[in-house]
């Protein structure tokens, strides 16, 4: 193949990536304006629409497909380096990953487990750095928590597979578990039926019965 020809294709898919990339460029800014604006009234923040386009973004697609994953090396920065740049840094992560439900509920379990050293050690883990953890405002975060839970429960009870809650992957249907009954999964199935995607969590009721919770796999439209 000439050098010429090699270049005329290379051209060729250049062009037909700019749109594609000029769109996702497009959308990620459209997200990012929208989570901002939620940090300013957290009550009036349109987190359906901020969920649904959280999931069509390039920062899900950087995470490979796991916030709540992504978010570990991040956490453990804050409590090794207890510095200004590792709180950038989380503040950071949350503003990209401010559609994700999973992330929210990391930062509120970290939020509560420092809480709870500082009461057995006397002692922060997390940085305060003469401010307090004021960079996880707990009531923000279980506000929005409790926001992206219910955009996330549209439609289903969880009660059966034709009642499943249709969640956008395994990350969001453990933290939608855990928000609304407090519980974490004890166990984890996976199964396809009508070309759908299934997933079933498994959780342990203190002093009642082992339920089953049923969660489909889909992707958010972008509306």
Same mark, same amino acid.
């Given at each position: 193949?000439?050098?010429?020809?090699?270049?005329?294709?290379?051209?060729?898919?250049?062009?037909?990536?700019?749109?594609?990339?000029?769109?996702?460029?497009?959308?990620?800014?459209?997200?990012?304006?929208?989570?901002?604006?939620?940090?300013?009234?957290?009550?009036?923040?349109?987190?359906?629409?901020?969920?649904?386009?959280?999931?069509?973004? %390039? @920062?899900?697609?950087?995470?490979? /497909? +796991?916030?709540?994953?992504? =978010?570990?090396?991040?956490?453990?920065? &804050?409590?090794?380096?207890?510095?200004?740049?590792?709180?950038?840094?989380?503040? %950071? @992560?949350?503003?990209?990953?401010? /559609? +994700?439900?999973?992330?929210? =509920?990391?930062?509120?379990?970290?939020? &509560?487990?420092?809480?709870?050293?500082?009461?057995?050690?006397?002692?922060?883990?997390?940085?305060?750095?003469?401010?307090?953890?004021?960079?996880?405002?707990? =009531?923000?975060?279980?506000?929005?928590?409790?926001?992206?839970?219910?955009?996330?429960?549209?439609?289903?009870?969880?009660?059966?597979?034709?009642?499943?809650?249709?969640?956008?992957?395994?990350?969001?249907?453990?933290?939608?578990?855990?928000?609304?009954?407090?519980?974490?999964?004890?166990?984890?199935?996976?199964?396809?039926?009508?070309?759908?995607?299934?997933?079933?969590?498994?959780?342990?009721?203190?002093?009642?019965?082992?339920?089953?919770?049923?969660?489909?796999?889909?992707?958010?439209?972008?509306?």
């Amino acid at each position: 193949m000439s050098r010429n020809l090699c270049c005329l294709l290379f051209s060729l898919l250049l062009l037909c990536a700019s749109p594609v990339m000029a769109e996702e460029n497009e959308r990620d800014s459209f997200y990012l304006s929208l989570v901002d604006a939620s940090r300013k009234d957290v009550k009036e923040a349109r987190w359906c629409k901020i969920r649904d386009l959280y999931y069509n973004t %390039s @920062f899900y697609k950087t995470a490979n /497909g +796991s916030a709540k994953k992504a =978010m570990g090396p991040v956490a453990k920065r &804050l409590m090794s380096e207890r510095s200004s740049e590792a709180v950038a840094a989380y503040e %950071s @992560f949350m503003r990209e990953h401010g /559609g +994700s439900l999973a992330a929210h =509920m990391y930062a509120i379990d970290m939020y &509560l487990w420092n809480k709870q050293n500082m009461k057995a050690k006397k002692e922060s883990v997390l940085p305060d750095l003469g401010k307090g953890i004021h960079y996880i405002r707990i =009531m923000d975060e279980e506000e929005t928590a409790k926001a992206l839970a219910t955009c996330a429960a549209r439609g289903g009870d969880g009660k059966s597979m034709e009642t499943a809650y249709r969640v956008a992957d395994h990350d969001e249907a453990e933290a939608l578990l855990q928000q609304i009954s407090g519980l974490h999964a004890d166990g984890t199935e996976s199964m396809d039926a009508a070309d759908k995607k299934y997933e079933i969590l498994t959780v342990n009721i203190p002093d009642g019965p082992t339920q089953k919770v049923w969660f489909t796999l889909q992707t958010p439209q972008v509306q």
